[in-house]
């Protein structure tokens, strides 16, 4: 298939572009580079994938060493002539895969600019490349966080989700409407699927379990919210590859009321307590954690926890990561990485 991955220089898109190239699709990635975290930790996920950042210019193709049928072009999603440009290159795709936006639920609070602009006029971009270049199936990235502080357990997809509490939360939950617009309006198949809590090498620096790790190592004070009174159910990021792959070429078609549209939550289905996480890193780093209980921020959830059982049913997906064996695989990459200062 012909695969277009957003956000392909960030965590998830990094595993997504490796795995499908790998398996002889034709790829083309797209990602920003920006900033929001150490843009070094971007670049050696560009090249462990065979692309060399300093060949990069923004909206030029690069084409990478490892991967035959793999491009690379520097680009912002939400620039709508800058996405059509590569719809048209390509002569349309078989598979969008959106995972570019801008992440983090407690930085919504700082920079609320850059959620609306990524995650809303950004999907809209994409959107309308699809309507004007049908593509056979859009997938893409939602968020756990649209349930809320929900106290029903697990999370299932019908579940009422109109009281997000982040602003990241909230433009999530704007993707899902859109999609549904779309699906209905245009006919284009969309899947929306909502991620729980992923982990794993190469993840994102401004996560909780990243910043624990590096701190605890350093014999830092970790911030704590809630004294740890929370549950987070962790998701192995190469299962979060897993289920996306068996999806590729299974489009919701239309049904009742004739719109090709579903959404599916994505997650290991077993939420962990974080108290007993950070005992676990601590066996693990044989290291004791110095805590600075905080209350609950405004912005949090007590607990997230994932029904799967409709992508079990649609595609037999299994996590098969423990979050034991997914921390070694977190702390093997860590500790080889360590010393090129991603933070």
Known sequence: MKILVTGSAGFIGYHCVNRFASEGHEVVGIDNLNDYYAIELKHARLMESGINPE????????????????????????????????????????????????????????????????????????????????????????????????????????????????????????????????????????????????????????????????????GEEISLFNAGDMYRDFTYVDDIVEGISRLLDKPPVASSPNVPKRILNIGNASPVYMKDFISLLEDKLSKTALIKALPMQETDVYKTYANISSLIKLTGYHPVTGIEQGLDNFLDWYQTYSTCNFT
């Open 55 to 218: 060949s990069v210019l923004e909206g030029e193709y690069v084409t990478g060493s490892k991967f035959e049928r793999y491009r690379f072009i520097k680009g912002d999603v939400s620039n709508r002539k800058f996405i059509d440009t590569v719809f048209n290159d390509a002569n349309s795709f078989d598979v969008v895969v959106h995972l570019a936006a801008q992440a983090g639920v407690r930085y919504s609070l700082i920079n609320p600019d850059a959620y609306v602009e990524s995650n809303i006029n950004g999907f809209y971009s994409i959107l309308e490349a699809c309507r004007k270049s049908p593509v056979k199936h859009l997938i893409y990235a939602s968020s756990s966080s649209v349930y809320g502080n929900s106290t029903k357990v697990p999370f299932l997809e019908t579940d009422m989700t109109d009281d997000t509490v982040s602003l990241y939360a909230a433009t999530k939950k704007s993707n899902e409407l859109f999609a549904y617009n779309y699906s209905h309006l245009f006919r284009i198949p969309t899947t929306g699927l909502r991620f729980f809590t992923v982990y794993g090498p190469w993840g994102r620096p401004d996560m909780a379990y990243y910043g624990f790790v590096e701190k605890m190592i350093r």
